[in-house]
């Protein structure tokens, strides 16, 4: 059963830094590019961040570009998002996924139609 177990959420000023992580079993981790997303309130999950399956490149949307840092450790089967220099409009909940590409989209789609509980990420004064 594939599953994701996503941590290091938490409150945070503007400014700070916070690490997520996220623990997958169930498929073969390393077999598949990896994607972060969020759900602000009262907004759809939106994509983050992808890390491909291969060389490990990734992508970023504009709005964290050079804030934000997607990695993987396969040995571990587990994604991270290192967040830094967080604004309010980071204030969400986060999930990971896996991620399949496709030809005609800038990031993968989401591998699988289940998704971890996300870790609330909270960025105020």
């Known amino acids: 059963q594939v599953q994701f177990v996503e941590s290091g959420g938490g409150l945070a000023q503007p400014g700070e830094s916070l690490k997520l992580s996220c623990v997958t079993s169930?498929?073969?981790?390393?077999?598949?590019?990896m994607n972060w997303y969020r759900q602000a309130p009262g907004k759809e999950r939106e994509i983050v961040a992808s890390i491909t399956s291969t060389d490990h490149s990734t992508k970023y949307v504009d709005s964290v570009k050079g804030r934000f840092t997607i990695s993987r450790d396969n040995s571990r089967n587990t994604l991270y998002l290192q967040m830094n220099s967080l604004k309010s409009e980071d204030t969400a909940v986060y999930y990971c996924?896996?991620?399949?590409?496709?030809?005609?989209?800038?990031?993968?789609?989401?591998?699988?139609?289940?998704w971890g509980q996300g870790t609330q990420v909270t960025v105020s004064a």
């Open positions: 996924n896996g991620g399949v590409p496709h030809p005609d989209m800038e990031f993968p789609l989401a591998a699988f139609p289940y």
């Open positions: 169930g498929f073969s981790f390393r077999a598949y590019a």
